[in-house]
């Protein structure tokens, strides 16, 4: 396996968080921008280049899923309290689910393969 392009000037990111979508047509990267807000990079992986950075909550991301297309890119926050969808790679927000007020942590949560439905755990 030969090395491509090693990312640069990444924050600290001791969880590893990092969603990669398994489209070979839109195979994007994303990772967090900021390690104290929620800011996304999205990297378009086909093409060794950035694509958009969304600034997608105010507190640090806890969680990043793309749907099986690599069309949409679903995030949370450490809060817990809210899930949004945005649209790639535009980085357009398209849908937000709030779950509460009250924070929670979320362990899993994933787009199904018909882009209909979304489910946290």
């Known amino acids: 396996m030969k090395l491509l392009k090693t990312l640069l000037n990444t924050p600290s990111n001791p969880s590893g968080l990092c969603a990669l979508s398994i489209n070979h047509s839109n195979s994007y990267l994303a990772y967090p921008g900021s390690s104290t807000i929620g800011e996304i990079i999205v ?8 694509v958009t950075m969304i600034p997608a909550h ?11 297309s690599g069309t949409k890119l679903a ?15 535009e980085g357009q927000r398209l849908f937000e689910f709030r779950r509460g007020m ?4 979320f ?3 994933n787009i199904n ?7 946290t755990t």
Not at 113 to 119: D, E, F, K, Q, V
Request: net charge neutral.
């Open 75 to 89: 995030s949370a926050s450490e809060r817990g309290t809210v899930i949004r969808v945005f649209s790639i790679p």
């Open 102 to 105: 009250k924070r929670s942590e």
């Open 113 to 119: 393969c018909i882009n209909t439905l979304y489910y």
């Open 107 to 109: 362990t899993q949560y």
């Open 58 to 68: 105010d507190s640090p991301l806890a969680a990043l899923t793309f749907n099986s």
């Open 43 to 50: 990297y378009d992986a086909n093409n060794l280049s950035t």
